[in-house]
C-alpha cells in the first residue's frame, strides 16, 4: 500500500453497531420487512464507506461508482449514507413514508444513490457498463456492485460477467453477499451454487473469499491493486448478523410461528421483538 492509499484508509468514520441500529429503529418505525438481509450487508457497507470508496462528494463526476443491485437492502446503504453524512435524520426518518425519496429500493433521485435499483440480477451490468465508460473517459474512477447469492441464479449476472472478463474489466468489484437465504429458502435448496469461486475464475474473474463481517479483511479485498481482471468477493456472511433470533429464525411472537430464517426476509418486527433486537446490540457496544 502507497502513503497516499495508507493516508486515504478510513478516512470517514462508519460505525457498523450504529448503522446496525438505524436499520432496527426505522424498519420498526416504518413497519417493514427485508431486517434481515440488511443487517448481513452492513459489515460490506461499512468497508465501503469507510475505506474503499473513492467519493468526496456524492455528484463528483469522477467519484467511484457503487450499485447495489440487492436493492430490497436499501435501508442498509441509507444508514452508510447517513453515517457518511450524506443523508440527514430528517430525511431518514421519511423512509417509506408519503412524498420520500427513500423506498424500500434505492431510487437515483437521492444524492449517493447512482443507479435505482430492485429488479434483481440488473446491478452488475450496470456497473460494468460504468467500468468500461470510465476507461473510454479516460479516467481512473472504479465501479463497486453489491449482489446477493440468490442473484446468482440469474442469467443476467453471467452474461454480465462474462462481458466484464472479455474486455478486463480491471477498475470492476463485485461483492457477492454469501448469506445462504433467499426469498423461497435456503439458497442451496433453491439453486445450488455453493461452488461460486470456482464458478466466477472460470468465466475470468479474479475470486477471492473473505469474513463478511470483517471490515478489514473486506476493505483489502475489494482495495487491492487490480491485476487486469475483474475482481469478485465472496463474502461469507450471516443472515440477520447482530440479531440472534433472525440469526437462528427463532419465533417469538405468535405472529412469527415459522422457524425458518428467511422469514426475515420479508417480515416486519413486533414491538416485543424490536426490544429484544435493540438489546442483544446495546450488549455489544
Not at 470456482?198 to 463478511?212: I, K, L
Not at 468477493?233 to 412469527?256: C, D, N, Y
Request: glycine content about 8%; some cysteine.
Amino acid at each position: 500500500m502507497t502513503a497516499v492509499e495508507s493516508a486515504r484508509r478510513a478516512y470517514r468514520t462508519v460505525n457498523p453497531l450504529k448503522m446496525r441500529r438505524t436499520i432496527l429503529e426505522q424498519s420498526r418505525r416504518a413497519n417493514v420487512g427485508h431486517i434481515g438481509s440488511c443487517l448481513c450487508v452492513v459489515d460490506i457497507l461499512a468497508a465501503l464507506y469507510s475505506s474503499v470508496l473513492r467519493i468526496e462528494h456524492p455528484r463528483d463526476p469522477e467519484r467511484d461508482r457503487f450499485i447495489l443491485s440487492k436493492g430490497h437492502a436499501g435501508l442498509a446503504l441509507y444508514a452508510a449514507l447517513l453515517e457518511a453524512g450524506w443523508l440527514s435524520e430528517a430525511e431518514l426518518g421519511s423512509f417509506c413514508g408519503d412524498d420520500t425519496r427513500l423506498g424500500v429500493h434505492p431510487e437515483a433521485e437521492l444524492p449517493g444513490v447512482d443507479f435505482s435499483t430492485g429488479s434483481l440480477g440488473q446491478g452488475l451490468s450496470i456497473a460494468a457498463g460504468c467500468a468500461l465508460a470510465a476507461r473510454m473517459q479516460k479516467s481512473d474512477r472504479r465501479a463497486f456492485c453489491l449482489i446477493s447469492d440468490g442473484e446468482c441464479n440469474e442469467g443476467a449476472v453471467w452474461e454480465a460477467a462474462m462481458f466484464a472478463a472479455h474486455h478486463r474489466l480491471g477498475n470492476l468489484r463485485a461483492v457477492v453477499d454469501v448469506n445462504g437465504v433467499q426469498a423461497f429458502g435456503r439458497t442451496c435448496d433453491v439453486l445450488d451454487t455453493s461452488n461460486l469461486a470456482e464458478r466466477w475464475q472460470a468465466f475470468g474473474w479474479d475470486a477471492v473469499s473473505v469474513d463478511g463481517h470483517s471490515v478489514a479483511d473486506l476493505a483489502d479485498a475489494l482495495d487491492a491493486p487490480a491485476n487486469g481482471r475483474p475482481r469478485i468477493v465472496l463474502a461469507r456472511t450471516t443472515f440477520g448478523k447482530g440479531v440472534s433470533f433472525m440469526e437462528q429464525g427463532i419465533p417469538l411472537t405468535q405472529t412469527h410461528l415459522s422457524v425458518q430464517p428467511f422469514n426475515w426476509h420479508y417480515l416486519p418486527m413486533s414491538e416485543e421483538e424490536y426490544r429484544l433486537a435493540l438489546g442483544e446490540l446495546e450488549e455489544r457496544r
